[in-house]
């Protein structure tokens, strides 16, 4: 855990190191200094803290909380396939972030506020209808599950689609957000999901002990004192809570939340208490050190971070079916 | 109290180190001490349970106590686990109330019912790889305060629980790569992590090998005898009446009346309930109850052939009765001594024949119920058996009965009257019997003489 603390560190700086200019990394940490004691930075000093830190800080919010989202998806649903982006809920923010956005035009304080909450109530109905959908006479089936967040993710791309050709006039705009970026990072982004992030993270830290109890199944941890209808659906709120943040300033990032916990988790074991806290800490590096690719590696044109997740996300998710079926 | 063979040992889970601890045990011994009738733990009064709305079993009545084991048997989907499944809200209660500890399951909040009742069901998931002793430590769950660490004695619980049900071994492999074998009393183990006053084991065996089984039920009479009341639904009579103080038969939505083993596992409850008929006998070895399944109902044939009769004893004639009403003859015998293996076999049957005292002659008394029933037959079958002067008389019978005759084997080496049976034999042959080597051949022989003997008429 303390190695992943200071692996973010070393991510963030030199996350912010790195760019289409690069810095040396001593002025970086001068102008970080200058700037959280308030002096005037130069600027070296502006492109470190008005551009960078907040990119950095951004992405590794949205990292960790995709991975968050992820691996509580993993833990509820038993489903080692299950992240935002597969069950259909990352999309189901998109939609609401994308309504919120074309409909707060013109007024950017309002959009502020309408995003997030506009997200959150897409992820949290598209959840709501997937697990509905899946619901085989009372049991969860996990080829279900995934089949119907899949198909709800076509379903909702289309209706996203359709709202981007009414809203014509921001179709750039809305396509760049989609594929999933940080290149509009500011610290306003940092501020609005903040919150959304430190509530969906505290919930399920606090229970990592339930969290674990429920990969013995419903009726187990039932039997073992859960009230499990009540905690899953907390649980799946700070999930939606996480994604619908990730989503809201981010866009559509695949992947993450599915790698992640995974790698953890053959690393760390299944045990929560440390599962949970090392999937924050790897989304969050992970997805700083994407997000430096993606800027840097055809620099000074940017692509969307969401594209390097995918190329790295797509083959380790086909890795992870072929040796499911292997060890069937 | 039921007597088992091999305990498993001291089956405490109690340390008796802390004040809390030798309460508990002193608890314990307490309601050793008193009758098992003081405590009744888990009581079902008038419950109705299913599932969303449709009635699986209705007006469940059944006190379980402190002490004692009872069983519930029945046909598949009866509504034995559904039972089960209510005191946990895994089924519905939709009328009636069930109590735990005194306190209504439907007002027991999850933690508290969990720190009461524990339960082993027949499927076990290990999903995800966490290690044996953590997966035995969940059982902890509702002992531990929110936000804190397992203690000392939350560790020995675990330790212990293991130890109980042979699991230490196990203890760092992954839940999800162990046999269900293992992984069922690994189950166990957590359920007694959880120090339970209550148990409910939904066919807890059924991935059980024979030594495991004995164990994991050894383990759970021991439990009992120290004061846990278990609730178990078993699939097997044998270990249902050996383990059992007392039995309830769940069927057609009703549960019955719990009593011993020996009343209510009976022939006649037996092929009501399973639609089998058994004998019903001794174990010698446990002197428990024991069922011997000899044909399901439903596998006789449904058109009759005719009646026929069966001359038998000392079990040369059950294998053919058994054959014969499965194939639609309505069979009866002659006389049979009780404890003979065809009449055991002709009870289970519910074959119509003369019974008489062990060891003893026919009397004449036999002789004429004997003679009646060889009137109503269409044919009578001689079976292989050696005749002396307490059975003679049945060959007698059969030979002036004027039906037509299956003789099977030769008589010589079996007259044992100074040669009556054979000059009875002679004379059956004389009026037109058949002589067959075999008793595979009886059915043959049957259709053979039937056909005969219609066109003689």
Not at chain 2, 81 to 97: N, P, Q
Not at chain 2, 204 to 214: A, E, I, K
Not at chain 2, 221 to 244: P, Q, T
């Amino acid at each position: 855990m303390f190695l992943l603390t200071l692996g973010l560190l070393v991510a963030i700086v030199s996350g912010t190191a790195f760019g289409a200019v690069p810095l040396p990394l001593s002025e970086v940490i001068a102008a970080i200094g200058r700037g959280v004691r308030g002096l005037p930075t130069g600027l070296a000093g502006t492109v470190v803290i008005d551009v960078r830190l907040p990119r950095v800080l951004l992405a590794a919010l949205v990292g960790a909380s995709l991975a968050g989202a992820g691996t509580l998806y993993q833990a509820l649903f038993r489903n080692p396939l299950a992240d935002p982006y597969i069950l259909g809920i990352s999309s189901g923010a998109g939609l609401g972030a994308m309504i919120a956005l074309v409909l707060t035009a013109g007024a950017t304080a309002l959009r502020f506020g309408a995003v997030p909450v506009a997200a959150f109530a897409g992820a949290m109905l598209t959840m709501l209808l997937v697990v509905r959908l899946a619901n085989v006479r009372g049991r969860l089936d996990p080829t279900s599950l995934l089949l119907a967040g899949v198909a709800l993710s076509y379903t909702l791309a289309a209706v996203t689609s359709f709202v981007m050709v009414l809203a014509r006039e921001q179709m750039a705009a809305i396509v760049y957000w989609m594929m999933g970026g940080f290149s509009a990072a500011t610290w306003g982004y940092v501020i609005m999901i903040a919150p959304m992030f430190v509530l969906g993270v505290l919930v399920p830290l606090l229970s990592t002990r339930e969290l674990d109890l429920m990969l013995l199944g419903d009726e187990r941890a039932g039997h073992l004192g859960l009230s499990v209808e009540r905690f899953k659906l907390v649980m799946l709120a700070a999930a939606s809570l996480l994604t619908a943040a990730a989503v809201a300033v981010a866009g559509l990032i695949g992947f993450v939340g599915l790698m992640v916990p995974h790698m953890v988790r053959i690393v760390l074991g299944p045990d929560h208490r440390r599962l949970l806290p090392a999937s924050l800490l790897t989304g969050a590096i992970v997805l700083v050190l994407a997000d430096l690719i993606a800027r840097t590696i055809i620099a000074p044109i940017e692509i969307p971070v969401g594209i390097v997740t995918a190329v790295l996300g797509g083959p380790f998710f086909i890795w992870l079916l072929v040796r499911g079926e292997r060890s069937r | 109290m039921r007597d088992s063979l091999g305990r498993a040992g001291d089956a405490s889970l109690r340390s008796g180190s802390s004040p809390r601890e030798s309460a508990a045990a002193a608890e314990s011994s307490l309601r050793d001490a008193t009758p098992a009738s003081a405590v009744a733990l888990l009581e079902y009064r008038g419950a109705d349970v299913g599932y969303s709305g449709s009635l699986v079993v209705r007006g469940a009545d059944l006190s379980v106590r402190a002490g004692e084991v009872v069983g519930l048997v029945g046909p598949n989907g009866a509504g034995k686990s559904t039972l089960l499944r209510a005191v946990t809200g895994d089924a519905e209660l939709l009328g009636g109330e069930i109590v735990l500890a005194g306190r209504g399951v439907r007002t027991l909040p999850p933690l508290e019912r969990a720190r009461i009742v524990a339960v082993l069901t027949q499927q076990v998931s290990g999903a995800f790889s966490v290690s044996a002793r953590d997966f035995v430590a969940m059982g902890r769950h509702p002992h531990i305060a929110r936000f804190s660490a397992p203690s000392d004695h939350d560790r020995d619980v675990v330790q212990r629980a293991m130890m109980l049900t042979d699991t230490l071994r196990l203890a760092d492999k992954p839940a999800d790569q162990l046999s269900g074998g293992d992984l069922q009393r690994l189950a166990l183990a957590q359920a007694l992590a959880q120090e339970p006053r209550v148990l409910l084991l939904d066919e807890p065996t059924s991935h059980l090998d024979l030594n495991h089984r004995m164990q994991v039920l050894d383990l759970t009479r021991s439990l009992a005898d120290e004061g846990m009341a278990v609730l178990a639904v078993f699939h097997d009579l044998d270990l249902a009446a050996r383990y059992s103080d007392r039995i309830a038969i769940v069927d057609s939505g009703r549960l019955g009346m719990a009593e011993s083993p020996e009343r209510v596992i009976t022939a006649d409850a037996l092929r009501d309930v399973f639609g089998v008929r058994a004998v019903v006998g001794t174990d010698v070895v446990t002197g428990a109850v024991s069922v011997t399944p000899v044909l399901r109902e439903a596998a006789v044939m449904g058109e009759t052939r005719g009646r026929v009769m069966v001359i038998g004893g000392s079990g040369v004639a059950a294998p053919l009765m058994r054959r014969l009403v499965l194939e639609g003859w309505e069979v009866s015998s002659g006389a049979l001594n009780v404890g003979d293996a065809d009449q055991v076999m002709a009870e289970a049957l519910r074959v119509e024949y003369a019974q008489i005292p062990p060891f003893a002659p026919m009397d004449s008394e036999a002789g004429i119920t004997a003679a009646k029933l060889a009137k109503r037959a269409d044919a009578i079958v001689v079976c292989e058996v050696p005749f002396g002067r307490g059975n003679v008389d049945n060959l007698l019978v059969a030979v002036h009965a004027g039906k037509p005759l299956v003789l099977v084997g030769d008589i010589p080496g079996r007259d044992f009257v100074g040669g009556a049976a054979e000059s009875y034999w002679a004379e059956a042959l004389d009026g037109g019997a058949v002589r067959i080597d075999d008793i595979d051949a009886v059915e043959w022989a049957l259709s053979h003489v039937l056909a005969g003997f219609q066109v003689a008429d």
